[in-house]
């Protein structure tokens, strides 16, 4: 069962413009890292962007300078601004919160979303 929830997907043309949102039921003030990944038609699931709760990010290559990753804690809600979308960035987008913190150290939680579809026309 998703126990993150992602919206915002859709259909754009290339060159366009979207915003995913992951929102959770908790609190994600305490999560170490949320990130986004996706899985396109007969591909291996990829990490897109990741940010952690000092708010350091980290992206993959090919969406640096094009997709932003943003946190809102007081909303527990995570975004992704992808920009200068691209054919190939045509995917199912998952969020994804890997573990808490607690006084006992990290806690894995593994959470994901049921994912949202982009698709990305030519």
């Known amino acids: 069962q998703a126990q993150l929830v992602e919206s915002g997907g859709g259909l754009v043309q290339a060159g366009g413009s979207l915003t995913l949102s992951c929102t959770s039921p908790r609190s994600i003030d305490s999560i170490n890292a949320m990130s986004w990944f996706r899985q396109a038609p007969g591909k291996q699931r990829e990490l897109v962007a990741r940010?952690?709760?000092?708010?350091?990010?980290t992206y993959a290559e090919s969406v640096k300078g094009r997709f932003t990753i943003s946190r809102n804690n007081a909303k527990n809600t995570v975004y992704l601004q992808m920009n200068s979308l691209k054919p190939g960035d045509t995917a199912v987008y998952y969020c994804n919160a890997d573990a808490l913190h607690t006084l006992d150290g990290l806690s894995r939680l593994d959470l994901w979303g049921q994912g949202t579809l982009v698709t990305v026309s030519s």
């Open positions: 940010i952690t709760y000092r708010d350091i990010t």
